[in-house]
């Protein structure tokens, strides 16, 4: 490790970090295991990841974000009204509640049921996150260069 290591696109980073939204806290890693991800390897969104580089290893920040500067703006595009055929018989529509999907490549795809009707769901694609107040607190414990 070098701690005078300037973190880049490509490192390995090892942290803690901490995400709330108006108040209420959506992830917490301070107080059980650091995350390892690479920059720039799509485990976070490329957003926040920006906000990473140029940190050194001791670095500790917070960031409070406006709407979307974190996980971008809630775009109307991504609501989908699904027809109700295309959910299993027996699974239980309720609006607020997470949805996933397979794709035809066999990936996977999350949203969130916003509306149900009689003959369709409205079904949100957006990031959960998407256009609301963000802050980010970040602990940097160790970066690595790509190898």
């Keep these: 490790m070098n ?33 390892t991800f690479r920059i720039g390897g799509g485990d976070i969104d490329p957003r926040l990841e920006m906000l990473l580089t140029g940190l050194h290893a001791g670095d500790h920040r917070t960031y ?28 239980e529509l ?6 996933e999907f397979t794709l035809p490549n066999g990936q996977t795809l999350l949203g969130i049921i916003r509306n149900i009707g009689v003959d369709d769901v409205q079904v949100d694609f957006n990031h959960p996150l998407a256009g609301l107040p963000v802050e980010f607190e970040v602990k940097i414990l160790e970066v690595k260069g790509e190898g």
Excluded: Q
């Excluded at 880049?8 to 650091?34: K, P, S, W």
């Excluded at 500067?69 to 699904?82: C, D, K, V, W």
């Design 94 to 99: 309720v609006a607020g509640h997470e949805v």
């Design 3 to 35: 701690d005078k290591r300037e973190l880049r696109i490509g490192d390995l980073v090892t942290l803690h970090y901490r995400l709330t939204c108006n108040g209420e806290e959506i992830v917490n890693t301070f107080g059980g295991a650091a995350e």
């Design 64 to 91: 409070d974000l406006p709407p979307g500067a974190a996980f971008g703006s809630h775009e109307t595009h991504m609501l989908h009204n699904l027809p109700r055929a295309d959910f299993a018989a027996d699974l």
